[in-house]
């Protein structure tokens, strides 16, 4: 792997695309780069954050879990992409415990590194504060599904998202158990609500799939509880 390589891999990720090649190699002279099979934990929550996660190859998932055993997924989160830079700003721990959910090369950039980027580089404080901004919208709308919602439409705001990044044909993380984990439901009410959007015309479920068969009436139906 060239030096070349590894600056352009580094500004591929959205947080340090406006960053000119000397800072790229600072953090690349300051950082160093893992790799970690699928399954692999890379950081646990409530872990002191000393470095900030940057994804170049793969996928992570964030996730939750509880002391009896309940799991909570926060997110599937593709390369390249920086995670959990809130941990960094609260210096709180990280936020999730992250897990490879495929084989993953990733960098570890010194969260001071991150902190210094925010004070001296107005486009990365832009981008810091734009992401925190539509993460709290994003929480806010899943507090409203989550109180008013049932669960056929939580289900479908989730293929709507889901299907924005990967088209129609929309992968499940883990399966039904992995969609019911990533929007807070049992197994058996993602099926039930599946089975509702099928009879409805809206999706196919296909093994480890779901097909999205008419995006613009799903759409409508996630909007459901949100007006």
């Not at 959205?14 to 300051?30: M, N, S």
């Not at 099979?37 to 929550?45: E, I, K, N, S």
Request: proline share 5%; net charge positive.
């Amino acid at each position: 792997m060239t030096a070349a390589t590894d600056l352009a891999r580094l500004a591929a990720v959205p947080v340090f695309a406006e960053l000119g090649p000397a800072r790229l190699r600072r953090l690349l002279d300051r950082s160093v780069v893992r790799t970690a099979p699928a399954g692999a934990v890379l950081a646990v929550r409530g872990q002191p954050a000393a470095h900030v996660i940057v994804v170049e190859a793969g996928t992570l998932t964030g996730v939750h879990e509880t002391a009896d055993g309940r799991r909570l997924r926060l997110g599937e989160f593709r390369a390249p992409c920086a995670v959990d830079k809130s941990a960094v700003l609260d210096s709180g721990g990280y936020t999730a415990t992250w897990v490879a959910a495929t084989r993953v090369r990733y960098r570890l950039v010194p969260a001071g590194e991150l902190l210094r980027l925010i004070d001296d580089v107005p486009a990365v404080r832009r981008h810091v504060l734009g992401h925190l901004a539509g993460r709290l919208r994003e929480r806010q709308r899943d507090l409203v599904r989550t109180s008013f919602s049932d669960a056929g439409t939580r289900v479908a705001a989730w293929l709507v998202t889901a299907a924005a990044r990967t088209g129609r044909r929309v992968p499940l993380p883990g399966a039904q158990q992995g969609l019911a984990e990533s929007i807070g439901m049992t197994r058996v009410s993602v099926n039930r609500a599946l089975r509702a959007l099928t009879d409805e015309g809206l999706v196919q479920v296909e093994p480890g799939i779901v097909v999205v068969l008419a995006p613009e009436l799903l759409a409508a139906r996630a909007a459901d509880g949100l007006s």
